[in-house]
């Protein structure tokens, strides 16, 4: 993680740095508004650590230059306001978190760590694995450098598997994920859908029938039943009795 301090008082700004470097968090100070911005031409930030009253460029316009600007970095304000609506107007402008001074390092670090986790400008991380390339925000599917049209509920089943990684998902997870909660238990959805999203994937089909357990993305057909594994056809025995997903 690599966080940028737009901190006016040096010594407060200094001893975050050392708090920080002793968590392993590499860190930059800017003593201004006008050169947090400079900073943020030339370097790429997890994290901003903004104080709302900088010298130079305010505090409040940072923030509004990073959100339209889409740098990719999020924002915690920093400010020794601690009036609701202080913070209400830091949110209004685009920032992500807010921490009033005084505030302790650890819950600094906490703060830090969670929304550096978070994907940067909001949108959902591009998932890739075994030759698909799948866009959230965008909702566009690649495979082998080729695009895809599919549909909603295609998407969301393939959303589903890519997200698993090569991991098995039973039928009735995939109706739990990319149905809502009325959807039959005992509807063929998932089977057809499957089906379908096989066909607009192409040969070889990436997607793989687990017998008697359910569906996973890439690798080698599953040994099991002859002309079960890796098929267009129904997921056989992917899951049980209760007829759900087939």
């Known amino acids: 993680m690599r966080v940028l301090i737009v901190e006016d008082e040096p010594y407060l700004a200094e001893a975050v740095q050392a708090g920080l470097r002793l968590e392993a968090i590499a860190s930059d100070i800017a003593g201004d508004g006008d050169t947090a911005l400079e900073r943020l031409d030339v370097n790429e930030y997890d994290v901003v650590v903004l104080d709302r009253d900088i010298p130079g460029t305010h505090g409040d316009d940072v923030c509004r230059i990073i959100v339209e600007r889409r740098l990719g970095c999020r924002v915690l304000m920093l400010t020794a306001a601690g009036l609701i609506n202080e913070k209400v107007a830091g949110f209004e402008l685009g920032a992500d978190d807010y921490l ?3 505030f302790d390092l650890k819950e600094l670090v906490v703060r830090l760590r969670s929304l550096a986790r978070r994907p940067k400008d909001g949108t959902p991380p591009v998932v890739e694995y075994a030759g ?3 866009d959230p925000f965008r909702r566009e ?5 080729k695009y895809v049209a599919l549909t909603r509920k295609q998407f969301a089943v393939l959303e589903v598997l890519m997200t698993a990684r090569g991991g098995v998902v039973s039928a009735e ?3 739990e994920r990319a149905w809502d909660e009325n959807a039959d238990p005992f509807t063929n959805a998932v089977r057809i859908t499957m089906s379908t999203l096989r066909k607009r994937l192409g040969e070889p089909s990436p997607i793989h029938t687990v017998p008697g357990v359910g569906y996973r993305l890439g690798g080698t057909a599953t040994a099991g039943r002859p002309g079960t594994a890796g098929q267009h056809g129904p997921a056989d025995g992917a899951h049980g009795s209760t007829g759900r997903g087939r």
Not at 141 to 145: E, I, P
């Open 141 to 145: 599917v690649f495979r082998d450098g």
């Open 132 to 134: 698909i390339r799948l």
């Open 100 to 102: 009033t001074k005084p």
């Open 173 to 175: 997870t995939l109706l």
